[in-house]
């Protein structure tokens, strides 16, 4: 089932970043697919093989009016030719975000529930009544980092490997597949998220297995921003060329760059970041704010 062409990820230098000891390389999964971008097909990609061997015509995930995992899961079901179901936290906007609308457009039907019944992921009887196949919440899951384990990976050159992280599957999926002797570094998108090492250990084949997980830069919580983080994310568009989003990948980056500039990394090194894509959530941002 490949609706993506993976072999065509490309790599791209940032000067930004790098340093004479250290060398920084950004592996640009956002390139991959317009819809379907990043870490999100890989992730993906399992779930939708189980799905089919299921013999399940109809796949149903969870998610937020900006989620790139519920717009991915709209796009990637329709070009495979699943029917899709979106479980949506909150009540029902009357203007319906960019991103729900898109995923109505790839035939997603979506459903509303309260903050509550999201939190304890019920699902409402209309789509039990479907039984379909059900991705966890972001693709959280073993399928979900069995998909990331293959990418492409070019990153043998590196010693070190940095993403993004909201549930930790690209990260043990990372820390699954990387090469001896490679370091696997997250830096964390949530405030106080205390349970995301053991959630990340619950993913790996050797729970023994060591990573770095920071949670410096996550500039006051889940999709919380400060202006000084999209001016560093024009500064990099303005360098590099390298368009990132606020949620996620605009933290990677900017983490990245302060752990470069306080001698996290001591020894020379070769640092790959893996952008994970994201970019259709920078239109909850007013417009204005970024040069990309
Ligand atoms: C979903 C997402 C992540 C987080 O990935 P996890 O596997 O949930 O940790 C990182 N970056 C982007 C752009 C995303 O959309």
């Known amino acids: 089932m490949e609706i993506i062409n993976e072999t065509a990820i ?9 340093r004479p000891s250290v060398t920084v390389d950004v592996l640009r999964l956002d ?5 379907i971008s990043g870490n999100k097909w890989f992730k993906l990609k399992k779930y939708l093989e189980q799905a089919d061997q299921s013999g399940k015509k109809t796949i149903a995930s969870f998610g937020g009016a900006y989620s790139n995992h519920i717009i991915a899961t709209a796009a990637a079901c329709h070009l495979s030719g699943f029917e899709s179901m979106g479980i949506i936290r909150g009540e029902k906007p009357q203007q319906l975000s960019p991103t729900l ?5 790839y035939g997603m039907k979506l459903y509303f529930i309260s903050r509550d019944d999201y939190r304890q992921k019920r699902i409402p009887d209309a789509i039990a009544a479907v039984d379909p196949f059900i991705i966890p919440e972001g693709g959280y899951g073993v399928p979900g980092a069995r998909g990331i384990a293959e990418i492409p990976f070019y990153r043998h050159h590196y010693n070190i490997v940095c993403c993004a992280v909201g549930t930790g599957t690209t990260l043990a999926g990372l820390i699954n ?3 001896e002797g490679q370091q696997v570094l997250g830096v964390s998108v949530f405030k106080n998220n ?20 920071v949670h410096d830069f ?3 919580g889940y999709g919380r921003h400060r202006p000084e983080l999209l001016e560093f994310m024009n500064d990099l568009f303005r360098t590099d060329g390298i368009p990132t989003d606020f949620v996620y990948t605009g933290k990677l980056f900017y983490g990245v760059r302060q752990l470069i500039d306080s001698g996290f990394f001591r020894e020379p090194c070769r640092l790959l970041l893996i952008h994970s894509g994201g970019l259709q959530g ?3 941002l007013g417009k204005g704010k970024l040069i990309f």
């Open 101 to 105: 609308e898109k995923a109505m457009d």
């Open 177 to 179: 597949s990387k090469t």
């Open 282 to 284: 920078n239109q909850s």
């Open 31 to 35: 390139r991959l697919h317009p819809v």
């Open 194 to 213: 205390n349970s995301l090492c053991d959630e990340v250990a619950a993913l790996l084949y050797d729970p023994e297995q060591p990573f770095s997980l």
């Open 218 to 220: 996550h500039f006051g």
């Open 10 to 18: 490309e790599i791209t230098h940032s000067r930004l970043l790098s």
